[in-house]
């Protein structure tokens, strides 16, 4: 007789053609309201506004995070690295929850609105909540996501520089943007895994893949994440958050949602408990900021309305990326002219006219080191081979600085 | 001197890989806020529910329909058919702009929203509006979109069975929502085109080509856009949309944004003038809908709470879909159990329970024949060869009863 | 310590990302001569005279079957259907091999090289020889492959109108050439595979599905393999072959390597005893064909030059391709134009002019029926739905005749 | 009436959808038995012996240049460069035939056939040849690919760091093996190309994909072109030919095709006038030396059969790929097992024991820089920017040494 039930599911995924849901406990978690909430979280914040095609939600990527970590515990196995199946399901679970803490848009808008919380805490928190609900069935899952549990490759599976997320969410940025140049293999990169006293490795035949890889986050980054538009148009949306919470703070009215307004005013984050915080935190999405944004424009506040406005119009102000720091003379310039411009109080001043910096490395051992599974059984790091590029240029930060002010302004 | 301005911009698109800008009016089109507003409605509408990677816009989607319009007129110009540079700006404005009228969601939704009004209406009175301020140079697009231009290919090339907005979107929705069966191949089928007495053909080695993108779109209507979950949802979406009319109709607060607020008082559409439903108009998009949706799952109603709820937790209730009509008897069956398992009142009982039909024809005469041009020159409709396939199962509606009910409900 | 043999290998394929050897037999048989020479044959024979792309190997093809196999049989074990290990490697051994004894070229050299005995007989004769060097382990492949083996499913996974060599060679066939039109979904086909009384069977959501499917193929045969072009390219190929036959029967010096002379001279196909032929067939590649049509270009023999050059330099005549036969008088009126223009002798008439006839049928019951597994756990053949299609299109074979005669004959 | 005529082809390909004929004296150039050649001579030589999908032709990639052409004309005429039709048409021939001259296998292959002519010189040979034939039409294209022509920039679209051969052998060799992480975005590199100051540059935008491409380019080189399996037996094919021509030198029956003995044959190089060589030259494909090959499997001296039987059989001996010169000492005791294993002459222990380097530079100032349009159009090469890598590492050559000797050698 015919045994499938509806819970053996497959979503189909345009990039991994089929993500098989493997049982019915992670497909209970799936369907829980707190995971739910990720089809309205967009993966990349406002990167839409320069590459129209980034649309995918969170939902979808820690879907293929699942699909990836089967292959890789299928991998491993096939090594003769033991897997327990209690092991497994605990990594499908922390894997898939591994973002469940984010807030609506990117990590810069999170910092406003949770603070002093990184996602990662607020990704504990609900799967604590969740274990409750689902009576300690992700106890070791959640052993592993907090690298309490003995074995420490899978916690290295779920967070390190060869974790599935980054797998993942390269992959599918590169896709559903068209920047082609960022693809991995992530099959590849998987295939090459293997475990050696309890360290996640990669066979030495692996090298130029792991240089590649990095070089393709690298090029991500500075083509994608942190593209001067995308950057700016979140700036931006940070300012109008802080315009509406100090005109809040005011006692003016500021149309949005209960659960935005919870977050916007600060002093609630002190007073209640974590409960009360969790359950606005999941109420809470990207519509909730659009729409705010969106009934924003109509405001009397000519900075707050200015604003909104930029970012529902895209009519976004200038912006410059350098890798030197702004003279004070050239920010000066920019001051008097925003000044004049725009005609605003100076008090307002920091709205429209703003900088600030971005950095990323391209290889960053604060995740840990990647190591290399020598053909010997010994094993060496990366960075530590006889590389034909620089090591320092992977290790040292990239630092550029940005300033932003309006578009009418010439110099 | 280098002499690029950023006019000249390419988007980046993960399927045709860039799509170029040909020129600044078209590049002042697309920034106008009319257009942008494209990028807060999702093509598929609810059908993420089901494909999680169905999340691109109708922005997107226009912008797909233009690079495949540059290489139709490019195609048709090596063979000879001449397109004046005129011709060419407006056809790249039309097909632009042929869905600038669509609201947010899916179709069901926006007959909901503007009742007596096709989209098609609403799109030739914003492109009007855009006409007024573009000064004029609109004109011929506006032409060739009513079907008043001269030249007849030109307007089939916007609106036919084989137009530029299919062989986009059919394309576009099969990549994204990872049903690779439905892809089509745009690229052939344009290679494959020509014009003869001026209509659009098709050369005569393209027979096959025609029959396989006859069946992606019937394989999509089925498998996708009428797929009974995605339905399901749009349906539910609807019935939300019309309980809180009804609330509202008898003074009760509903909370909603200003411009969803015009458009579920029926009222409005009959008093105003078209300049205020426009301007109503173009300010609404997905994020009002969803927005009022979510805040909805709190209100006191039962039934208005239960709807919204069903829709952002996922929690449908249950649909049959049928090649046959439902039974009364069955139909009795299920009203005496819905009355029974929610205890609600009868006057709601429409809310929990109803059905409806969908149908789909996989040649639709409406839009024209599609016309073979034979390598003897003469002319011959696609349905007239001695097709393999009954020729009636091409042109005969599909139609599929559908019934929904609450899970709870066992017969 | 790392356990890793060269014997775990991964196989890249731009379809599937990696193919993965399953274990060390497998690896061993692959590495064989008699698998080796599949590397030195086409998979689509002289498409490529159509299709720059589709130079792919029957090689290749056999890894991809194998990929196939592995995912179908995790699927089926997923749903509870028990595979023993044994079953499970007898079943990629018998994929893997199930085209062994494929000649050079296409099916129709095939034929004129061995004659009365189908690829398949000779498969089983080149496994038969591989069991006995690896003493006996191919023994439930060979079992299965030539349905033998009780459980009756294992051979439909092998050859069935859904077998995983289908599954392949679709999607292979339709990525090589580009024609996109003809790619299947292999994954989502596999994904609904189940098992019912034996009999391997679909689930009841897939009916679309296999009816996308079994229209692709149509698409693929009309378009691609029944292509014109490669269609009498092949019968030159042909010809050029049967006309060194009769010029070395009288005795004349053909060039060509032993092994084709072998097959070439029809009495040593009686005469000798099976291994002795097999050890010919398995030196016989592309390359002696290829090989020898390149030298016979210089022949003193002009039918023989005349038919090698028009491959080599793809100096094709003309063909006609009709869904009527052509008629008597027609074909007198060839005859005579081909006389005059070539002025060769009423003898050598059939090498340049020549008629003959394709079909396809798109569902073969040949191959045993389609049968779809309905939810209420009863089996249906796919061709009993209430079709949206008359069956009667899918059953009945299409036929088409040609004609081919000297490009420079215009009548 | 219809006036498309053959000659306004397409040709289906897996990578850029369709390749389109621009007109008829490219028709008839690709239609050129000197041109079909090129369907016999694969691109990546043995590579397919690593990664099976890597079958493509010279054929299929000079088609994709000529795509690559068109792409890029009409990317830089839309920024106001000025291209006549006639220099379109000589860009198109020049890229059509730059590799018109390729041997048969690799480069490695092809200098032990023609010793002191590049391949260089032989396409201008055979593109002279050519001209001749169809009346002057090439003047301009020959002008252009010996760098005569007064533009300079349209030979650096020909030949360059940039120039669309590498940009579609890149792609098209990434796609067909299937690493896809050394696939580059043609696409956007064209995008970006312009011209000042008559050089081809690139915009500002593009540095980091430049850096990308390059490093692409690099990464293809170690995991593919100079993989250790297919380095390995190209060697052993080249000590294959030189055997065969050692023992042909000693009057020995080699049995091998007329156009490959000429080329044997050293000094038919040098008393024949180019004309000969040409005719012999065009005649000589993959076909010849994989006939060639399967033959000396059965000769009976034990070196030629035992060089051709790895290849055929992929049988092949060991190699050692190191960043380190191998020490004399280790080269010794290789030479003592090697002698000894095999019990051959040391007159023979070249064709068993050999060592050789191979060495790639990731940007190589021998092709002429790369320039950086910077927006205030002024121009810099590439690498003088502040690169974030050494720019040492990607100028200077990296070299690698190999050695192979007997697989059953064990030290």
């Not at 797998?167 to 099959?187: H, M, P, Q, W």
């Not at 090029?219 to 942190?226: D, I």
């Amino acid at each position: 007789m015919q045994t499938t039930t509806n819970k053996l599911k497959i979503f189909n995924d345009p990039i991994y053609g089929f993500i098989t849901i493997p049982d019915s406990l992670i497909f209970d978690v799936i369907e829980h309201p707190i995971f739910q909430r990720l089809r309205r979280i967009q993966q990349m914040g406002l990167s839409s506004m320069v590459y129209p095609g980034a649309q995918h939600t969170r939902f979808h990527h820690a879907l293929g995070c699942l699909h990836l970590m089967q292959k890789a515990i299928q991998t491993l196995r096939s090594k003769g690295i033991e897997i327990s199946t209690k092991e497994e399901q605990a990594l499908h679970l922390a894997i898939l929850l591994h973002d469940i803490g984010h807030g609506p848009f990117s990590h810069a808008l999170e910092q406003y609105i949770i603070e002093d919380q990184s996602h990662e805490d607020l990704s504990l928190a609900l799967m604590n909540k969740l274990n409750l609900e689902f009576g300690g069935q992700l106890d070791v899952a959640i052993q592993i996501f907090t690298n309490q549990y003995p074995r420490k490759f899978l916690f290295q599976l779920i967070s390190s520089q060869l974790d599935m997320d980054r797998l993942d969410y390269l992959k599918r940025d590169s896709f559903y943007t068209g920047v082609v140049e960022g693809s991995i293999n992530s099959d590849r990169l998987i295939a090459m895994l293997h475990v050696k006293d309890d360290q996640l490795v990669v066979e030495e035949k692996g090298i130029y893949s792991i240089e590649k890889f990095l070089l393709s986050r690298r090029f991500m980054y500075w083509q994608v994440y942190l593209h001067k538009t995308g950057l700016l148009a979140e700036q931006i949306l940070i300012k109008a958050l802080q315009r509406a919470a100090e005109l809040a703070s005011y006692g003016e009215n500021i149309p949005m949602g209960k659960s935005l307004q919870f977050f916007i005013d600060k002093s609630n984050l002190r007073e209640t408990d974590l409960e009360v915080i969790l359950n606005r935190f999941i109420d809470l999405d990207d519509i909730d900021i659009l729409n705010a944004i969106k009934a924003w424009q109509y405001h009397d506040d000519f900075v707050l309305s200015e604003l909104s406005k930029s970012i529902i119009l895209r009519k976004l102000p200038r912006i410059e990326l350098s890798e030197q720091k702004f003279t004070d003379e050239y920010l000066k310039a920019l001051q008097t002219g925003t000044l004049q411009v725009f005609g605003v109080d100076e008090s307002n001043l920091d709205y429209f006219l703003f900088q600030g910096k971005v950095k990323n490395r391209t290889y960053n051992a604060k995740y840990g080191p990647i190591n290399i599974l020598l053909k010997d059984g010994s094993v060496k790091e990366w960075l530590a081979f006889d590389g034909h590029f620089n090591s320092v240029s992977f290790t040292e930060p990239v630092v550029k600085y940005f300033v932003s002010y309006p578009k009418s302004l010439k110099l």
